[in-house]
Antibody
Framework: QVQLQESGPRLVKPSQTLSLTCTVS??????????WSWIRQPAGKGLELVGQ???????NYNPSLKSRVTISMDTSKNQFSLELSSVTAADTAMYYC???????????????WGQGTLVTVSS | DIQMTQSSSSVSASVGDRVTITCRAS??????LNWYQQKPGKAPKLLIYAASRLQSGVPSRFSGSGSGTDFTLTISSLQPEDFATYFC??????????FGPGTEVVVK
């Protein structure tokens, strides 16, 4: 299994864009069968998939966030990134990057996670 | 969207107890159901995938069952390190691959 590490600003002002990067080690993000994902968790609450990327041309976004989310990848750096625009206090959460394995018989599961980074939206 | 519910937000148990956590989907998801364990301040950890398949390295006291809309995670003999929150997650349809709200296993 790969290791993932999030990085980026931990404080973002309302209406601005949240930007995070996930660095993957121990394996290539170019490998097939994996969707590179962003998942968030507000304090004391449940988990929400923000979106994911398979290749530079293949992304899937949570419909509730789709208008504000962009996920991209840089294979030369073995990284993928999240941008969430027009943030509000409701976007304050722990943000995790994770790998989702997509295998035979439609099996899909998040098998590796970063440690998470807490992003606060506040002026 | 498929909604996931967990029947209890918390379960009280003692070390050695058999613990059962249930999860229900708002529509049939076949066996596209995964279970995760999360400890405070840590990322979730995959325990079970495809409803009943044990992830490599996960102790055999954890097991999963179910199909369709109703699923169960069982801990056969609760250990001190098992006090945590457990989430189910469906991967049947397209995004958002929703998670359940979580069930916390606490000390009785």
């Amino acid at each position: 299994q790969v290791q993932l590490q999030e990085s980026g600003p931990r404080l973002v002002k309302p209406s601005q864009t949240l930007s995070l990067t996930c660095t993957v080690s121990g394996g290539s993000i170019d490998i097939g069968s994996y969707y590179w994902s962003w998942i968030r968790q507000p304090a004391g609450k449940g988990l929400e998939l923000v979106g994911q990327i398979f290749t530079s041309d293949s992304t899937n976004y949570n419909p509730s966030l789709k208008s504000r989310v962009t996920i991209s990848m840089d294979t030369s750096k073995n990284q993928f990134s999240l941008e969430l625009s027009s943030v509000t206090a409701a976007d304050t959460a722990m943000y995790y990057c994770a790998s989702m394995y997509s295998g035979s018989y439609g099996r899909r599961y998040f098998d590796s996670w970063g440690q998470g980074t807490l992003v606060t939206v506040s002026s | 969207d498929i909604q996931m519910t967990q029947s209890s937000s918390s379960v009280s148990a003692s070390v050695g107890d058999r613990v059962t956590i249930t999860c229900r989907a708002s529509q049939s998801i076949s066996n596209y159901l995964n279970w995760y364990q999360q400890k405070p301040g840590k990322a979730p950890k995959l325990l079970i995938y495809a409803a009943s398949r044990l992830q490599s390295g996960v102790p055999s006291r954890f097991s999963g069952s179910g199909s369709g809309t109703d699923f169960t995670l069982t801990i056969s003999s609760l250990q001190p390190e098992d006090f945590a929150t457990y989430f189910c997650q469906q991967s049947y349809s397209s995004l958002p691959f929703s998670f359940g709200p979580g069930t916390e296993v606490v000390v009785k």
